[in-house]
């Protein structure tokens, strides 16, 4: 068995000093021209070749075929369309390799009689009997898989599960050898600031090694309700995904998955999933193939400072209901659309990605004690999970009557004849309800968590939270696609 446990001390104390600057200059070497010439003594600097020479062997090359392959292009790894913002660059990369992420992208394939190269990536060895780690957009349209290993060798491997949410992957190699073999770093032994290095096969180019810090933890770019990302400044390109992340005791801190990239290359802003959330989510798929995890069933979104106002409260915390599913056990219960979500099993829920990521860890059918906060009270609601689905889907409507101005908030609407609530026909450019994202077709179903009908309904409860000393008024939005919640201002 070659498990890499050696803690490499000397690299890593002589890599904490870097940056301290050249040690050897006198007064001498800073003299006018009649002292003696410059003499620049320099400490030794320590590279990461330890590291690299332990760990190297558990990094291997992922290749995959296919023998059913899409009429049109997909893409490939790390391929994006460097447009917009930072965050609607990340967010389509994800959608561009995450079908969780992108439902109903297109997806026509057609079956070929010979497997054909898809993609390659990078993976690590977590056992000595052959499991291996790489992502999920690695493999996720694969058949057949090799696995290259440092010294050339090319071995089969086969698809053991994978999880579309945190982008995981494992294979298993079936040989008699005992591989070298990687651990998971501890969760309290990684520190912003740490050096950090990155082992993958970047464009296809094999077993190459890049170093940085890691430059920040906790990152949500849009890829999933899980997002727990770690950022690092290590060069990581096409092919490091599933490549690992080591700490400088050859611990496995976190396993690369996405770069953001205005130019398709490294800008040294790339992302991992941690060690912590991937050694969960790693021994699920060993054991049965697949991750269950606990669903309460319903959509939520941030209690913003604007919503914090208008609901009267005194801090932005939880998880706000903005629609519970038809069926769903948070519905059973009686969860529902402007309920906050405070506290699951006595823990506080600080916002929407905390309540996800809770409710994900509880097994399906568990009893959970979940409390709420709704119209200024709490309550306190006991119900049993179930498991969480593969597919979530809403609905909304829309109408044309005659249509009403409301011109404080700058709207025009009308009743909906189709069903419950108020459809807007146009948004003010510049309003108060363009400046919180309102678009004509959406239908105002609440206002401050009443139901509305009419454009007298809506007006009515502004005045009332106007009597209240409010600043802003709680909207329910629904629109075809999903429902929400936004706080319009009213003073």
């Known amino acids: 068995m ?115 190269p898809i993609g390659q990536g990078s993976g690590f060895f977590i056992s000595e009997d052959g499991f291996l780690v790489t992502n999920n957009h690695v493999v996720e349209d694969g058949t057949e898989f090799t696995v290259l290993m440092d010294d050339g060798t090319e071995l089969d491997a086969t698809l053991i599960g994978k999880d579309q949410r945190t982008d995981l992957a494992v294979l298993k190699v079936d ?14 032994d990684v520190r912003i600031g740490d050096w950090v290095v990155a082992v993958g096969n970047p464009f296809g180019l094999g077993g190459t090694v890049t170093a940085g810090i890691l430059s920040a933890r906790g990152r949500d770019i849009g890829a999933g309700p899980y997002d727990d990302f770690l950022q690092i400044d290590a060069a990581v390109n096409r092919g490091n995904s599933g490549g690992p992340t080591f700490n400088l005791s050859g611990k496995v801190v976190g396993i690369n998955t996405a770069i953001y990239s205005p130019s398709g290359g490294n800008v040294g802003i ?46 932005q915390a939880g998880a706000l209901v903005s629609q519970p599913q038809k ?17 699951v099993n006595g823990r506080e829920i600080k916002d929407p990605r905390t309540l996800s990521k809770m409710i994900a860890a509880i097994d399906p059918g568990s009893d959970v004690e979940i409390k709420i906060l709704r119209s200024g009270k709490e309550k306190t609601v006991n119900l049993k999970l179930g498991e969480l689905p593969v597919d979530v889907a809403d609905s909304g409507s829309n109408a044309e009557v005659q249509p009403t101005a409301m011109e404080d908030l700058g709207l025009t609407v009308m009743k909906n004849d189709q069903g419950d609530g108020i459809v807007v026909t146009s948004v003010e450019p510049g309003s108060s309800a363009s400046d919180v994202g309102i678009r004509a077709g959406d239908i105002i179903s609440e206002v401050n968590n009443e ?14 939270a106007k009597k209240d000393g409010r600043k802003a008024a709680l909207l329910r939005l629904e629109n075809e696609s999903r429902s929400r919640f936004v706080a319009v201002q009213i003073g």
């Open 451 to 464: 139901p509305v009908s009419s454009a007298h309904d809506i007006e009515s409860q502004l005045e009332t």
């Open 327 to 343: 069926g769903a056990p948070a519905e059973a219960a009686g969860i529902r659309a402007g309920d906050i979500i405070t506290e």
């Open 2 to 116: 070659q498990k890499v446990t050696k803690r490499l001390s000397q690299t890593a104390m002589a890599l904490a000093v870097i940056g301290a600057g050249f040690t050897g200059y006198t007064a001498s070497s800073i003299m006018p021209a009649y002292a003696d010439a410059v003499d620049v003594q320099t400490a030794a600097v320590p590279g990461f070749a330890d590291v690299v020479d332990a760990v190297s062997p558990a990094v291997v090359s992922v290749r995959v075929k296919s023998n059913i392959r899409p009429v049109a292009s997909q893409g490939g790894d790390f391929q994006f369309n460097p447009r917009g913002n930072f965050e609607d660059q990340l967010r389509r990369f994800f959608e561009d390799r995450n079908g969780n992420a992108r439902p109903n992208r297109d997806r026509r394939t057609e079956r070929s009689d010979e497997a054909r």
């Open 175 to 188: 040989d008699d050898r005992e591989f070298t073999y990687v651990d998971f770093a501890d969760e309290n």
């Open 270 to 315: 790339a992302f991992a999933v941690p060690a912590t959330l991937a050694k969960e989510v790693i021994s699920d798929l060993m054991k049965g193939g697949s991750v269950e995890r606990g669903w309460l069933g319903v959509a939520i979104q941030p209690v913003t400072a604007d919503i914090a106002e208008s609901l009267g409260l005194d801090a």
